[in-house]
């Protein structure tokens, strides 16, 4: 098994952007140490939680204070920008980092409909050109436009050796659609919604055409984890996630909350049923446990790695967590 990590760079109750980042920075620091694959980061705008708003220059900072592990995002909501800008900057990391960059491509709008306009400077765009970008961003990269392509001619600099991987990041069948006839990887959230696992798997293996990117099919999931030396001390620890998520659902704050302002918080019916459900979402427990429930998924996910997302207020706990649990599962490889 392979780990990876998707950081949303998320801000505790109390802390700070700066402080976040310098998290962010350290994490990235301490996974590659640990032996972990590929990490990435996220873009969010208008949040006052998630302090990733600009994966390329996070991503430059993480790759220059790192050495070995793959650097990526996950992914630049590439509906609000131009595919040659979006490939210019990937095609600059990859010529500052070569054979370390990964570019994740996310269809999501990013925000509120405002929010969209104001990344876009007004312009309306739509969200259904996503799969004619991505194919853009491959013809910048490989310098493959087709000649009746309106911006035949133009080449993404700097020109380099080596292009970065190329993903796209989906939740439902048609997000793995977008991957499959495009020939990029495909990374399902699970993280996000897990219902629709088994057909998104399926549509991308079924559909999937070779590219200049990717000459097979190539699969990770991302994945809410929080491990810890008990299953009771991981427990405790998922309730500052558990409400952060019932905080994102509802549109409210989306700073993480500590465990004891949890604690203190009398919980309606509905929102126990939501912690219910979004638990679903999650993987809480031991090394041992956490390791066997990720193994549990390779074969419906096709795929033996896993990214790992880990949105819980004390970061010392986040640290110990994503140690404890490759500890586990590379120990179990030797």
């Known amino acids: 098994m392979k780990l990876s990590v998707l950081d949303q760079s998320p801000i505790s109750k109390g802390g700070t952007s700066e402080e976040t980042l310098q998290h962010t920075i350290e994490l990235a620091q301490l996974t590659e140490q640990l032996g972990f694959t590929r990490y990435w980061v996220a873009e969010h705008h208008n949040t006052n939680g998630l302090a990733s708003s600009s994966p390329e220059i996070l991503m430059t900072k993480l790759a220059s204070s790192t050495s070995t592990i793959r650097i990526g995002s996950g992914g630049v909501l590439l509906p609000q920008y131009s595919p040659l800008k979006v490939a210019e900057n990937a095609k600059m990391l990859e010529a500052l980092f070569p054979g370390r960059i990964d570019l994740g491509l996310g269809r999501s709008p990013g925000g509120s409909q405002q929010t969209r306009l104001a990344l876009t400077d007004g312009m309306k765009k739509t969200l259904s050109a996503f799969s004619r970008q991505v194919k853009d961003i491959h013809g910048y990269l490989f310098d493959s436009l087709s000649d009746d392509h309106p911006y035949k001619g133009v080449i993404a600099t700097p020109t380099t050796q080596t292009n970065p991987e190329t993903w796209v990041l989906g939740i439902t069948a048609q997000g793995a659609k977008h991957a499959a006839i495009n020939g990029t990887g495909f990374t399902f959230g699970h993280f996000i919604n897990p219902d629709e696992s088994i057909e998104a798997i399926q549509t991308y293996l079924n559909e999937f055409q070779p590219s200049k990117a990717h000459a097979e099919p190539k699969i990770n999931a991302c994945v809410f984890v929080v491990c810890a030396e008990t299953e009771e001390k991981a427990e405790e620890l998922a309730l500052s996630q558990d409400m952060w998520l019932l905080h994102v659902g509802k549109g409210m704050e989306t700073r993480v909350p500590s465990v004891e302002e949890v604690k203190q918080h009398t919980f309606t019916a509905q929102e126990l049923e939501k912690v219910k459900s979004n638990r679903r979402r999650t ?52």
């Open 283 to 334: 993987i809480i427990g031991t090394p041992k446990q956490v390791r066997e429930e990720l193994e549990a998924l390779i074969e419906a996910y096709q795929t033996d790695e896993f990214l790992i997302i880990t949105n819980i207020y004390d970061f010392e706990a986040k640290k110990k967590s994503y140690q404890l649990l490759a500890e586990e599962v590379f120990d179990k490889l030797q």
